[in-house]
Nanobody, 118 residues
Framework: QVQLVESGGGLVQAGGSLRLSCTTS????????MGWFRQAPGKEREFVAR????????DYADSVKGRFAISRDNAKNTMYLQMNSLKPEDTAVYYC???????????WGQGTQVTVSS
């Protein structure tokens, strides 16, 4: 049974930082792409960042480039999202996804709420 569990969300003031984690189990973590997505109230889920199984390649949405950093520790079956210079528009539920291809994810976590106050 594959499980993804996000943690690290919370309430932060604009300009602050948070670090999200996504810990997985149930299949070989190092064999899969991992990604972060977010969904704000009344909006569709959107891509935030992705990382190749090896960690050697990353990709970001334009809205977070230069502020967010995705990483992974294959020994710990965990992916991270370091979020700096947070803005109120970053407020959303953040989800991690896992898949064999960079744009196809077949398992998802339950989400963690990030709220940025102005």
């Amino acid at each position: 049974q594959v499980q993804l569990v996000e943690s690290g969300g919370g309430l932060v003031q604009a300009g602050g930082s948070l670090r999200l984690s996504c810990t997985t189990s149930g299949r070989t973590f190092s064999s899969y792409y991992m990604g972060w997505f977010r969904q704000a109230p009344g909006k569709e889920r959107e891509f935030v960042a992705r990382i190749r199984w090896s960690g050697t390649s990353t990709d970001y949405a334009d809205s977070v480039k230069g502020r967010f950093a995705i990483s992974r520790d294959n020994a710990k079956n965990t992916m991270y999202l370091q979020m700096n210079s947070l803005k109120p528009e970053d407020t959303a539920v953040y989800y991690c996804g896992q898949g064999r291809y960079p744009r196809e994810y077949d398992y998802w976590g339950q989400g963690t709420q990030v709220t940025v106050s102005s």
